[in-house]
Nanobody, 115 residues
């Protein structure tokens, strides 16, 4: 089983930057991919970025060129660097760990971008 703990959310002005962190605990070796997803109340959840075990990355069109997913294996931590933030990026951001047994989700961290 994998446990994920996010941090780094907060309030930022349009055009600003934030870095989210996701620390993984438990059966780290079972993780096949790590991702960031976000949810706005009343809207469908959106997969924002994903990093596979091969280190290949993929991004939603809405964040491409502005967000970067990375990881520090020594710290068992995945990051989401967010730049040029827009009000439409406001959401609860979740870290997701994908294993053969399914997905593990963190508790979420709120990101609010003021206009």
């Amino acid at each position: 089983q994998v446990q994920l703990v996010e941090s780094g959310g907060g309030l930022v002005h349009t055009g600003g930057s934030l870095r989210l962190s996701c620390a993984a605990f438990g059966n780290i070796g079972s993780i096949e991919a790590m991702a960031w997803s976000r949810q706005v109340p009343g809207k469908e959840r959106e997969l924002v970025a994903i990093m596979l075990s091969s280190n290949s990355t993929h991004y939603a069109d809405s964040v491409k060129g502005r967000f970067t997913i990375s990881r520090d294996n020594a710290k068992n931590t995945v990051y989401l660097q967010m730049s040029s933030l827009k009000p439409e990026d406001t959401a609860v951001y979740y870290c997701v760990g994908r294993t053969a047994d399914g997905d593990s989700w963190g508790q979420g961290t709120q990101v609010t971008v003021s206009s």
